[in-house]
């Protein structure tokens, strides 16, 4: 797909299951690249990453619908667009977010130690693995919906239970590909740059389309 024309070059059929996300990252490659750049870019005064997830979650989420991008022009019209709602929602999700992974890091610790704080690990990790399913979703759907955090959070999380073989999956794929950018940085820091918070987009996009329709 060109980054400046509302066109695609290529007429393609939709694949079904890991088979599209190839697909659309294959047909969609430059553009992922371009978003790429621009959600580190406008992500990095921290407090604007709610407005990037919603920018990048609208961009990707057009290209699993197979519909036309313009990827700068449309990022910037998105995050213009949701900045007030979702840069709160963002300071919502990820301040509760890093405070929970360091209780699940101390937490740990204790457990050595002390039985009784392997519970509070054991709920800490879970809080963690819980946050990262629904996130995708609760980020798209604030595009969408005009209610209160709390019940746009809870459909979220009805639609990663609903569609949970598909939620597992992709959840599945951003953790590997999470490991090896952690393991093997700075090697890695090409693919940081290049395509991960894309990529991530673009499952979350992928999974949210799935249990919508």
Known sequence: MKLFNFEKTVRYEPKKGAARIF??????????VALNLLFILTSLPL???GASLAAAGKITALMVLDRPVAVFWQYFHYFKKYFKRACPAGLAVFIPFLIICFSALFYSELSESICFFKIAALISVSAVFFILLVTPYFFYLITLEKGSFGQIAKKAFLLSVYNMKSTFLSFSAVFIMSLIVFFFFPYTIIVLLLFYFSLCSLLGSYCTINAMR
Do not use: G, K, M
């Open 47 to 49: 407090f604007t990453v």
């Open 23 to 32: 697909q659309l990252v294959f047909y969609n490659f430059f553009d992922l």
